[in-house]
């Protein structure tokens, strides 16, 4: 190959208008479709490789629900044994996440009609929280100090169902607003104002307890 071809093959970063991570995209999109499409069929092997890529993301899902690790698994284990049985009604334009979260949901609601045996979050709780990267800088700069996460689980525990749970799905879990809106089916526009009011609420909580603390040390 002389120089001129190499320097002409080495000037298209794309194929076809794609650029390479494009492409990757486009595989592994390719990839989930050809495995999802295998486990409505009952390919259990097929789903154990879906399960093994979602199970973090599905755990977190589920402590952000239930406020305790236990629970947390448990649910998410459980929705995924649900998710299996009821792959045949899978709608393969939908993404399989946002499908299995609002099994999870429904089943977390489930538990919390039936049983009072749901804890509360707990130094353990954050512990868990804590593997997830890059909480957002809004909460972030609340929980600089290590003294000060048992008081934002506690706070965070006191806030309504549905403003914990955005808390935890944006700030902590790094989901867009689209996605969120995905999953609680609801309009971005009342993804950002739920948001807003949740974390106005967090910080108010927080504004109120940290001067408390302070005078007693």
């Known amino acids: 190959m002389s120089d001129h071809e190499s320097n002409t093959n080495a000037a298209k970063p794309s194929t076809c208008g794609y650029s390479i991570y494009k492409w990757q995209a486009i595989r592994t999109s390719l990839n989930e479709q050809s495995l999802l499409e295998r486990c409505k069929k009952g390919d259990k092997q097929a789903f154990e490789i879906i399960v093994k890529k979602y199970m973090k993301r599905a755990y977190f899902s589920a402590l952000a629900l239930t406020h305790s690790q236990d629970n947390a698994l448990d649910l998410s284990q459980e929705a995924f044994v649900r998710a299996y049985r009821s792959m045949k009604n899978f709608n393969p334009e939908m993404k399989f996440f946002t499908w299995y979260y609002r099994i999870l949901k429904n089943l977390f609601l489930n538990l919390k009609r039936n049983t009072s045996k749901i804890k509360n979050f707990t130094s353990e709780g954050y512990e868990a929280l804590e593997l997830i990267e890059e909480p957002s800088a809004d909460v972030r700069e609340l929980v600089e100090?290590?003294?000060?996460?048992?008081?934002?689980?506690?706070?965070?525990?006191?806030?309504?169902?549905?403003?914990?749970?955005?808390?935890?799905?944006?700030?902590?879990?790094?989901?867009?607003?689209?996605?969120?809106?995905?999953?609680?089916?609801?309009?971005?526009?009342?993804?950002?104002?739920?948001?807003?009011?949740?974390?106005?609420?967090?910080?108010?909580?927080?504004?109120?307890?940290?001067?408390?603390?302070?005078?007693?040390?």
């Not at 506690?154 to 169902?161: A, C, F, G, M, R």
């Open 145 to 217: 100090a290590n003294d000060l996460h048992n008081i934002l689980w506690k706070n965070i525990n006191q806030l309504e169902d549905s403003q914990r749970e955005i808390i935890i799905l944006k700030d902590f879990q790094d989901y867009s607003y689209k996605e969120i809106s995905e999953l609680l089916e609801i309009p971005v526009g009342t993804v950002m104002s739920r948001l807003f009011n949740a974390r106005k609420n967090l910080k108010e909580r927080m504004c109120e307890c940290i001067p408390l603390r302070e005078r007693n040390i």
